[in-house]
């Protein structure tokens, strides 16, 4: 979710103006996901190196991220959707630990559709606690160590039980991964737009859809013959 701050300094607006209205494009692009049928729906809400930023703005988005996770639990749980938290747990304050947590917990019966929130969540800190755990397993001897395979990482990765992104949106004209999913993407197609994610609409979705559905999926097979 790329460009808030641009956004609101192209309108002379706080930064955090931009990401409250990167919130509201947040939910009506999950809503066109829905009803087209989605299954599962990741947003990067806040990356580990989002703590570099100023403190102002880093206490605005815990607030907001407070605010909207409570204000959203009962809907999502209403219309049978899934809540998932993505991301290290130690470094967020008690307060959105608790509005997480509280979230999951209210969603847990849904067996629709899947939201997941990657909320100080960084890649390569991901790999690394899989690594950890899988060397105190085997350090334990609760794991032999031959038999860790890619099922084992992807077991001990925060995405444990869903299915490997399809697509991966970048906003803003971003071409790079900013250590996102890098586990989790290795097939997925990328799909990138000018489109600053306050101003991504349902049209914008839509799009990055049929860019997605345009392209034949090989997975490093040969093309097929027409």
């Not at 997605?212 to 027409?226: C, I, L, M, N």
């Amino acid at each position: 979710m790329d460009g808030n701050g641009r956004w609101a300094r192209e309108r002379g607006l706080p930064r955090l103006e931009g990401h409250k209205q990167g919130v509201h494009a947040a939910l009506k692009a999950c809503e066109a996901c829905w009803r087209i049928g989605v299954e599962v729906v990741t947003l990067y809400s806040f990356s580990t190196d989002n703590w570099k930023r100023s403190p102002d703005e880093v206490q605005g988005l815990m607030a907001l991220c407070v605010e909207q996770v409570r204000t959203q639990a009962p809907k999502l749980r209403e219309h049978n959707i899934r809540f998932r938290r993505l991301g290290r747990r130690q470094g967020l304050p008690e307060s959105v630990l608790a509005a997480l947590d509280e979230a999951e917990a209210l969603t847990a019966p849904c067996d629709g559709p899947t939201l997941c929130a990657a909320i100080n969540y960084g890649a390569r800190e991901e790999l690394v606690d899989a690594a950890r755990r899988l060397a105190r397993e085997a350090a334990a001897g609760t794991i032999d160590p031959d038999s860790i395979d890619e099922a084992a990482i992807a077991d001990r990765l925060t995405t444990r039980g869903l299915p490997d992104p399809d697509l991966l949106i970048r906003t803003a004209g971003e071409r790079r991964l900013s250590n996102y999913l890098l586990w989790q993407i290795s097939y997925a197609e990328l799909h990138v737009t000018s489109t600053r994610w306050p101003d991504f609409d349902e049209a914008s979705l839509y799009e990055a859809v049929r860019d997605y559905a345009s392209r034949e999926r090989r997975f490093g097979a040969e093309q097929a013959s027409g």
